[in-house]
């Protein structure tokens, strides 16, 4: 069965750099999302992607995160200036249309600790 | 914005039982529900999932129940065996949104 894939399964960055999430969707899907699960905590909504755009976007979703499809197979989540309460689990999904219309299918996630 | 609330938090069953989980939402928008199961290491995997326009839905061993009027919904996993053991999610979308609003979680542990 299709699989949703994410690299790196853990990563490791001090406070204020960088980091790239990436995520390979299952191939004929056309709508992606993020999401991210503090330890001990709720799945949290960040954003959804469909047609080269953000089609949503949580309050968690500021001007320290975005999103980028860089070729036709991979899909991106970047944070800017990392802060230690952004250390969680990363979640990328997939569907075939729309959420309401075909269900999510997830990965099984990046841990990212900030220190 | 939307809200799930589940019930139990934690939950112990011996093999053979059934366990039933509740969720209950606050959007009367809300329209599609699914449960996702969560093993250890990986990420939420969808078991089963309905639709506001039906209120029963079951596959195998596992149902689940919607009320649309009391806004809340329910899993039902009978014959209860120990792969059977994760965290278990409910989640409610609206039609017009993009954004799964998920519950808190509940650990189920079946004992052999």
């Known amino acids: 069965e299709p699989e949703v894939t994410q690299t790196p399964s853990h990563q490791v960055t001090q406070m204020g750099q960088e980091v790239i999430l990436r995520c390979v969707p299952i191939s004929n899907h056309l709508y992606f999302y993020w999401y991210r699960q503090i330890l001990g905590q709720k799945v949290e909504f960040l954003v959804s992607?469909?047609?080269?755009?953000?089609?949503?976007k949580s309050e968690i979703f500021d001007d320290q995160f975005s999103v980028e499809r860089p070729d036709g197979s991979n899909f991106t989540l970047k944070i800017r200036s990392t802060k230690l309460e952004d250390s969680a689990m990363y979640f990328c999904?997939?569907?075939?249309?729309?959420?309401?219309?075909?269900?999510?299918?997830f990965g099984n996630g990046t841990r990212l600790t900030v220190t | 914005g939307e809200n799930v609330e589940q019930h139990p938090s934690t939950l112990s069953v011996q093999e053979g039982d059934s366990a039933v989980i509740k969720c209950t939402y606050s959007d009367s928008a809300s329209n599609y529900f699914p449960w996702y199961k969560q093993e250890l290491g990986k990420g939420p995997q969808l078991i089963i999932d309905?639709?506001?326009?039906?209120g029963e839905k079951k596959d195998q061993r596992i149902a689940v129940t919607l009320n649309k009027t009391a806004k809340h919904f329910s899993l039902h996993i009978t014959e209860t065996q120990p792969e059977d053991s994760a965290v278990y999610f409910c989640?409610?979308?609206?039609?017009?949104?993009?954004?799964?609003?998920f519950g808190e979680g509940t650990q189920l542990t079946v004992n052999p």
């Open positions: 999904a997939s569907s075939e249309q729309g959420g309401y219309n075909s269900p999510l299918h």
């Open positions: 992607f469909y047609n080269n755009e953000i089609s949503e």
């Open positions: 989640a409610a979308m609206e039609t017009s949104g993009s954004r799964l609003t």
């Open positions: 309905i639709r506001s326009n039906v």
